[in-house]
């Protein structure tokens, strides 16, 4: 018990004490004169220690009333509201402590303390996660926002991750082309582009040029910096995505779409046919069908075959008809292309078993038959086969 409580105690009247100690004890005589009982002394005892027991949390403090008045009547007194305090501590079984009680001083000296803590430092930070912000960005169709946080995400984002924001990024970027190409078909940006001579003979494009005049020069650097490249064709400029910024990221995405993204870089490289010529080599043609044919195979139903399957297409159309300004066979002997022939057998002679293959190795025996002449039947092996005819 604390000292406010033996200072608010009410005294118990001698008489009544002396008739509750009878009842108690069995004795008026204060525990202390009845050395005789065990139940006595055990009373005292008892009494002394829920005492101790009660004051563990602050000292008790005696009344200086208690010990001047009626000695022998106080001190049986005293012996009865020993019991009764040892009664009290067992009701209350623990001392209360700061942490149950909070007393004034104890609210002040906690603001005391949480004032002398440094104050936290809080730093602004992007109530999006990576992937909120990315959609937030393709929805408003931002390619160049989207590209920056690819470049930052992509080292500790998860492969489905980052190749379903490559492929939204894709989308975005082709949604784009369109327009982009029809602002760059204006008349005043082609003539711009032709005199700044974008490109040197036999060198790719020099993306780092810029025309002087803003309406062009604007659209280059939209190009440069959103994923695009110029290319040009019978002095036509335009624009297409360039695959060789999005193929650094190949060994991070899933391995179909690495895989579609090394098929798609070779037309960033180099297109098959500009100009109704082959512009690439006999056999890299060859090299570009098979890889196509083998990914259709892979994955025929991947949401990246239905742009394989068109550039397929055109492998395939070429591989068995060639084009109008380099065919397959000459307009005048019908003679198969003697480089091509040579490209042809040295292709059948890895032993691919891709699709391809199998039409390729199948032509190659008619055309032996006919001494590589365009045959009746090479004709209507071709046309069976042909792609544009199929759809």
Excluded: C
């Excluded at 009247?13 to 008026?28: D, R």
């Excluded at 490209?343 to 590589?372: C, D, H, V, W």
């Amino acid at each position: 018990m604390s000292g406010t409580q033996n200072r608010t105690r009410k005294k118990i009247p001698a008489l009544a004490a002396m008739a509750l100690m009878t009842a108690l004890t069995g004795s008026v005589l204060p525990p202390s004169l009845v050395s005789a009982s065990p139940a006595s002394s055990e009373a005292a005892k008892s009494s002394r220690e829920a005492s101790t027991a009660s004051n563990t949390t602050k000292p008790r403090r005696a009344s200086t009333s208690e010990a001047s008045t009626m000695a022998s009547a106080e001190s049986t007194a005293a012996g009865i509201q020993a019991v009764a305090d040892s009664a009290a501590a067992e009701r209350t079984a623990a001392p209360l402590t700061d942490a149950a009680v909070s007393t004034p001083t104890a609210a002040a000296h906690s603001e005391q303390t949480a004032a002398s803590l440094p104050a936290i430092k809080t730093s602004k930070v992007d109530p999006l996660t990576p992937t909120a912000a990315f959609n937030k960005l393709a929805a408003a169709g931002d390619v160049k926002g989207m590209w920056a946080l690819i470049d930052a995400r992509a080292a500790s984002t998860s492969q489905s991750t980052l190749t379903l924001w490559l492929r939204r990024l894709e989308a975005a970027q082709d949604k784009r082309l369109y327009s982009l190409e029809e602002e760059l078909s204006a008349e005043k940006v082609q003539n711009a582009l032709m005199q700044a001579d974008m490109y040197s003979s036999g060198e790719p494009w020099k993306n780092g040029a810029r025309t002087g005049v803003r309406q062009a020069d604007v659209l280059l650097d939209e190009i440069t910096s959103q994923g695009y490249v110029l290319d040009t064709t019978e002095g036509y400029f335009f624009p297409k995505i360039d695959y060789e910024r999005y193929l650094k990221y190949a060994k991070r995405v899933v391995p179909r779409y690495a895989e579609y993204l090394s098929l798609r870089v070779d037309d960033t490289h180099s297109e098959m046919t500009k100009d109704a010529g082959l512009i690439i080599s006999w056999q890299e043609m060859l090299d570009r069908a098979d890889r196509q044919s083998l990914f259709l195979q892979r994955y025929p139903n991947a949401p990246e075959t239905q742009a394989i399957q068109a550039m397929y297409r055109q492998s395939l159309y070429v591989a068995l008809y060639g084009t109008d300004n380099v065919p397959l066979f000459d307009y005048d002997t019908n003679v198969m292309d003697y480089y091509a022939r040579k490209a042809y057998q040295q292709y059948l002679g890895l032993k691919r078993q891709t699709p391809f293959a199998k039409n390729l190795g199948g032509y190659m025996k008619i055309l032996e038959k006919s001494g590589f002449k365009l045959s009746k039947a090479a004709k209507t092996y071709r046309d069976v086969r042909n792609p544009w005819l199929a759809e």
